[in-house]
């Protein structure tokens, strides 16, 4: 477990270096996402680095900064990348950046995350909402509870909040870009999923899978956060033998090119809140 005084010397030190500044929601910028905070107004930028007790972040696509600012109106604090238990980072480490936000007093979190597709229905560059998720990791709570931050047997009945969905499909329909909902299934990685496992996301209710996202929701959910998760297509299933290979750098390429839809459902969002 993460020394909680550690976590506490970490967010006094966001806090100092913000200037006074308050961050009402927190982002989380996955793979080829990370030029979306570039959208930010009046920007300070804190590398993960600089930040006692963080480590860098290695995973490719993402570029390791915490950015504040003005994003819809409302004063932000976004990560530029994200930490993964297949970099062999403990879950403490993880949900450290959430768990730092909740001492921020930060009450919303936005996440984002590049996806593979087992729904025959979802083509490459399609954002999907996650309505709910399939959890495959090692939960993020186990360890001592903080009860400083929540109970502990948190409720996940609605761990993506249903009022921030539905006014994300309202936002989606007025500004005429095409969302999906869908249920995200995470693993632990780092490789990619084989056919048999494709499939079997898919038998157990599954339409996309990543390597993220689900402890910082599960650790956002117990401090008492309201969460709303976004998803880039940017693989599908394949068989084997129909010479598909998974590349990360495709990844990264498509994540990007959906990149500037993201970001006007997302600030057209934190506008409303």
Do not use: W
């Not at 360890?143 to 249903?162: I, K, Q, S, V």
């Not at 693989?235 to 590349?247: I, L, N, Q, R, S």
Request: overall charge negative; hydrophobic content about 40%; charged content about 20%.
């Amino acid at each position: 477990m993460a020394d909680i005084g550690l976590q506490h010397s970490a967010a006094a030190f966001l806090k100092e270096r913000l200037r006074g500044r308050l961050p009402q929601v927190g982002i989380i910028l996955g793979s080829g996402l990370g030029n979306l905070a570039e959208q930010i107004q009046d920007r300070i930028t804190v590398p993960y680095v600089s930040v006692p007790g963080f480590p860098a972040a290695t995973a490719i696509g993402h570029k390791g900064n915490f950015i504040s600012g003005v994003l819809g109106g409302k004063q932000v604090l976004a990560m530029q990348g994200r930490y993964h238990f297949y970099e062999g980072y403990g879950m403490d480490v993880v949900i450290m950046p959430i768990r730092i936000m909740a001492e921020l007093g930060i009450k919303y979190l936005l996440v984002s995350n590049a996806v593979g597709s087992m729904n025959p229905g979802y083509d490459i560059g399609d954002l999907v909402l996650i309505r709910d998720h399939i959890n495959l990791i090692p939960n993020s709570l186990i360890g001592p509870n903080r009860e400083d931050l929540g109970p502990r047997f948190p409720d996940m009945t609605c761990a993506y909040d249903l009022e921030l969905q539905e006014r994300m499909v309202e936002i989606a329909e007025s500004e005429g870009i095409a969302i999906r909902r869908g249920v995200y299934v995470s693993t632990s990685g780092p490789c990619y999923e084989t056919p048999a496992e494709y499939r079997f996301f898919r038998a157990i209710g599954g339409d996309t899978v990543g390597m993220s996202v689900t402890p910082e929701v599960i650790a956002a959910r117990h401090a008492g956060m309201r969460v709303l998760g976004m998803s880039v297509v940017t693989d599908v299933a394949h068989e084997a033998g129909d010479g598909y290979v998974t590349d990360e750098n495709e990844i990264v390429r498509q994540a990007d090119a959906a990149a500037h839809r993201m970001e006007r459902l997302f600030s057209r969002l934190i506008s409303s809140l």
